[in-house]
């Protein structure tokens, strides 16, 4: 079983950055791809970053440019560095993990995330 505890989110004006953290209880080595999603009010939780075990990396186009994410092995960590961020950008940002063999997916709490223009 895997806990996952993300922390840094906060208020920010248009322009600014933030970096998430995203803090495992297990090794996060043995998982397949971590990842963030967010969801704003009234829409569906979408994909924002993934990375997988040997740190290939995927973002959509809205945040393409603007966020990185990786991962500290050592740290059991996974971080979403957000930078430009837009008043759209606003959401509650999750972690998540997936891990193939046995099948298990895995959610963090939220943290939230609220750009100001």
Request: proline share 3%; hydrophobic share 30%.
């Amino acid at each position: 079983q895997v806990q996952l505890v993300e922390s840094g989110g906060g208020l920010v004006q248009a322009g600014g950055s933030l970096k998430l953290s995203c803090a495992a209880s297990g090794t996060i080595s043995l998982l397949d791809v971590m990842g963030w999603y967010r969801q704003a009010p009234g829409k569906q939780r979408e994909l924002v970053a993934g990375i997988t075990s040997d740190d290939r990396t995927n973002y959509p186009d809205s945040v393409k440019g603007r966020f990185t994410i990786s991962r500290d092995n050592a740290k059991n960590t996974v971080y979403l560095q957000m930078s430009s961020l837009k008043p759209e950008d606003t959401a509650v940002y999750y972690c998540n993990a997936f891990q193939r063999t046995p099948a298990r997916v895995y959610w963090g709490q939220g943290t939230q995330v609220t750009v100001s223009s």
